[in-house]
């Protein structure tokens, strides 16, 4: 198993950044995938950023130029940089850890990030 912790949400102003930050711990050695998606309420979790073992980033294209996705190994955390937020990045988000080999699928409790327009 794999537990997630993320951190760093909050309320910001347009134009503002914010750093997300999603702590790992568990059985972590095979996991090949990380993500974090964001969701509003009622509304569908949607894709926002991906980095592989590979160390290929991969965005939406709302968040290109944005956003950057990395992560620490050292510190088993996964990054989400936010730069230049707007209101529509209103959300919460959350970070997604995938595992082809044990075929697991974990999740974050999520973080609220609110831009103030």
């Known amino acids: 198993q794999v537990q997630l912790v993320e951190s760093g949400g909050g309320l910001v102003e347009t134009g503002g950044s914010l750093t997300l930050a999603c702590l790992a711990s568990?059985?972590?050695?095979?996991?090949?995938?990380m993500r974090w998606y964001r969701q509003l309420p009622g509304r569908e979790r949607r894709f926002v950023a991906a980095?592989?073992?590979?160390?290929?980033?991969t965005y939406v294209d709302s968040v290109k130029g944005r956003f950057t996705i990395s992560r620490d190994n050292a510190k088993n955390t996964l990054y989400l940089h936010m730069n230049n937020l707007r209101p529509e990045d209103t959300s919460v988000y959350y970070c997604?850890?995938?595992?082809?080999?044990?075929?697991?699928?974990?999740w974050g409790q999520g973080t609220q990030v609110t831009v103030s327009s």
């Open positions: 997604n850890f995938r595992d082809t080999l044990r075929d697991g699928d974990y």
């Open positions: 568990g059985n972590i050695a095979t996991i090949d995938d």
């Open positions: 980095l592989t073992v590979r160390g290929t980033p």
